[in-house]
């Protein structure tokens, strides 16, 4: 399943205004798919939401993955979300960059180790849910200048620029070891920063709309077997 979605923000007026409208858009694309439906909800079993920081080249933020949660838990309290830091410290050093499961396969593995099996089983974990991805900044252009004269101070200048957010949540059934869902989130937006005087940032809310949309399908997803 794929839905898009436009989301703008229109703040300030005057002279400004266009540039406002156009720097509140941001475009969201999100692409959905499960299979191995379970058979029974998650009850009072619980859900942690990890992030992906295996890669060379960037990791998943720690505020996106908290932002995820917090949507979830926000749209349906009853869903017990473990905390992710508090998650990967009480597992240390299981689920380090370095250590951590790549294949839901691999769980067997921690579930061999005592100490690890008390703890999974005294937090009823049902899923486990990864998210990798990262939001960038991309195409500044523009300049601006800020000084200081006889009787006035301030900046003059127009600058803009793009913001991508690419991330993919992929949904793992912790008690049967399986994967059974994918979720990707792709958003962009731009953004502005006019200065007459003052700057004034416009700034597209990428990140967030991909928090919202991701959140918003793993909500569906879990609420829907809850």
Same mark, same amino acid.
């Given at each position: 399943?794929?839905?898009?979605?436009?989301?703008?923000?229109?703040?300030?007026?005057?002279?400004?205004?266009?540039?406002?409208?156009?720097?509140?858009?941001?475009?969201?694309?999100?692409?959905?798919?499960?299979?191995?439906?379970?058979?029974?909800?998650?009850?009072?079993?619980?859900?942690?939401?990890?992030?992906?920081?295996?890669?060379?080249?960037?990791?998943?933020?720690?505020?996106?993955?908290?932002?995820?949660?917090?949507?979830?838990?926000?749209?349906?309290?009853?869903?017990?979300?473990?905390?992710?830091?508090?998650?990967?410290?009480?597992?240390? #050093?299981?689920?380090? /960059?370095?250590?951590?499961?790549?294949?839901?396969?691999?769980? !067997?593995? =921690? %579930?061999?180790?005592?100490? @690890?099996?008390?703890?999974?089983?005294?937090?009823?974990?049902?899923?486990?849910?990864?998210?990798?991805?990262?939001?960038?900044?991309?195409?500044?252009?523009?300049?601006?200048?800020?000084?200081?004269?006889?009787?006035?101070?301030?900046?003059?200048?127009?600058?803009?620029?793009?913001?991508?957010?690419?991330?993919?949540?992929?949904?793992?059934?912790?008690?049967?070891?399986?994967?059974?869902?994918?979720?990707?989130?792709?958003?962009?937006?731009?953004?502005?920063?006019?200065?007459?005087?003052?700057?004034? #940032?416009?700034?597209? /809310?990428?990140?967030?709309?991909?928090?919202?949309?991701?959140? !918003?399908? =793993? %909500?569906?997803?879990?609420? @829907?077997?809850?």
């Amino acid at each position: 399943m794929i839905r898009g979605r436009l989301r703008c923000l229109m703040r300030g007026a005057g002279i400004f205004l266009s540039a406002l409208w156009l720097g509140g858009c941001v475009s969201a694309t999100v692409d959905e798919m499960t299979y191995n439906e379970p058979v029974a909800g998650i009850g009072e079993s619980s859900v942690v939401i990890l992030g992906r920081r295996h890669a060379p080249d960037y990791d998943t933020e720690f505020d996106f993955i908290e932002c995820i949660g917090d949507h979830i838990h926000s749209g349906d309290p009853s869903i017990d979300v473990i905390n992710e830091i508090a998650f990967i410290n009480e597992f240390y #050093p299981w689920f380090e /960059p370095r250590t951590a499961p790549m294949q839901p396969q691999s769980i !067997d593995r =921690l %579930l061999d180790i005592p100490m @690890a099996m008390e703890r999974f089983a005294d937090m009823k974990l049902e899923y486990m849910i990864w998210i990798d991805g990262k939001t960038v900044d991309t195409d500044r252009v523009g300049s601006m200048s800020c000084g200081i004269g006889p009787g006035v101070a301030g900046c003059f200048g127009f600058g803009t620029w793009g913001t991508e957010s690419e991330y993919e949540a992929t949904i793992w059934d912790f008690t049967d070891q399986v994967e059974v869902g994918k979720v990707s989130a792709n958003t962009s937006g731009q953004s502005y920063m006019p200065a007459v005087i003052v700057p004034i #940032p416009i700034i597209a /809310p990428v990140q967030g709309t991909a928090c919202d949309s991701l959140g !918003d399908q =793993l %909500l569906e997803y879990l609420s @829907a077997h809850h």
